[in-house]
């Protein structure tokens, strides 16, 4: 089963720039969709953005939409979530996830990431 583990978090200030990595090792990569989440202290992990298997399309929430882009390069098993204009409001620990089949699905996740902590003050 594949191994997920996420870097490049910290602490930013409000309306800074910070790309996160996920590298994927002992399994199939490029033949599974992946995603990026958050979760917040008391509340549910929350989707952010998707990408499908080739990386021809990306599914992004509200929250992403025009600040973040994920992105992905298959050669190297890796997976980036590129944050823009930074809000305290995104600080939360950031999960990657692998989906069972090629495209993005609610509810497919098969493998998740430890997290990583992303902290932006004002």
């Known amino acids: 089963q594949v191994q997920l583990e996420e870097s490049g978090g910290g602490v930013v200030q409000a309306g800074d720039s910070l790309r996160l990595s996920c590298a994927a090792s002992g399994g199939a990569f490029a033949d599974y969709a992946m995603a990026w989440f958050r979760q917040t202290p008391g509340k549910e992990r929350e989707f952010v953005t998707g990408i499908t298997a080739t990386g021809e399309s990306t599914v992004s929430t509200n929250v992403a939409k025009g600040r973040f882009t994920i992105s992905r390069d298959n050669t190297k098993n890796v997976l980036y979530l590129q944050m823009t204009s930074l809000k305290p409001e995104d600080t939360a620990v950031y999960y990657c996830?692998?989906?069972?089949?090629?495209?993005?699905?609610?509810?497919?996740?098969?493998?998740w990431g430890r997290g990583i902590q992303v902290i932006v003050s004002a």
């Open positions: 996830a692998q989906y069972k089949n090629r495209l993005v699905a609610p509810g497919q996740i098969n493998t």
